[in-house]
């Protein structure tokens, strides 16, 4: 079975800085998706940025990037220029592509709380 | 905006009531979930249906009923709670299987607390 672990329960990080959450997962398959999604007071769950195994390169969505290691199996997320709006959970979460006959669901971590200090 | 809605957003129920959690989606999603989320918890899967059949059952108790009316609806059924069953209930849609496109799309939750 497939597991994600999420070593840091909090982060804080000034504002304007720089902050990487580490995400890290086991699994036996080849081929998965890979999710950041952060949870804000308000609820929703908000897809951050995703990561498909088979391609090399880093996924990168406007401040966000990651830092894909596959033989590592490490994911962590890399936060630039953070502000305010960014506090929130952030859950890693991972997904094989062909299980479940195509719609079962995700397996996330426990989550990382980031405070951004003003 | 949320393309997910549910409704309420919150509700409070007795142990002995019985209620009914709403979800609803037109993005043309043919897989529904239902998850359950403690605080500061990530969330836990209780039940998929893909094209309105039931195709995942996370073990959840009897006192929890999913139901699939149409592929734009998903209910969850509620009697007999118990106060361990406060939580937020995330709903949530995706295309089946999953495509190019974003995987899961979730709903903002209904808070629920048993009383």
């Not at chain 1, 960014?86 to 971590?109: E, I, N, P, V």
């Not at chain 2, 059952?57 to 969850?76: D, I, K, Q």
């Amino acid at each position: 079975a497939q597991t994600v672990t999420q070593s840091q329960p909090e982060m804080s990080v000034q504002e304007a800085e720089t902050v990487t959450l580490s995400c890290t997962y086991d699994t036996s398959e080849s081929d998965y998706y890979l999710f950041w999604y952060k949870q804000p007071p308000s609820r929703q769950m908000i897809l951050v940025i995703r990561q498909e195994a088979y391609k090399q390169q880093n996924a990168t969505e406007n401040r966000f990037s990651v830092n894909f290691q596959k033989a590592a199996k490490s994911f962590s997320l890399k936060i630039s220029d953070s502000q305010l709006g960014d506090a929130a959970m952030y859950f890693c979460a991972y997904k094989a592509r062909y299980s479940g006959g195509g719609a079962d669901g995700l397996t996330f971590g426990k989550g990382t709380h980031l405070i951004i200090q003003p | 905006d949320t393309e997910v809605t549910q409704t309420p957003k919150h509700l409070v129920m007795g142990m002995t009531n019985k209620k009914s959690l709403k979800c609803e989606q037109h993005m043309g999603h043919r897989a529904m979930y239902w998850y359950k989320q403690k605080a500061k918890k990530p969330p836990e899967l209780m039940f998929v249906y893909s094209y309105e059949k039931l195709s995942i059952n996370e073990s959840v108790p009897s006192r929890f009923s999913p139901e699939c009316p149409n592929s734009s609806l998903l209910n969850l059924h509620l009697h007999a709670l118990q106060p361990e069953d406060s939580a937020l209930y995330l709903c949530a849609s995706s295309q089946v299987p999953w495509g190019s496109t974003l995987p899961l799309h979730f709903g903002n939750g209904t808070r629920l607390t048993v009383t």
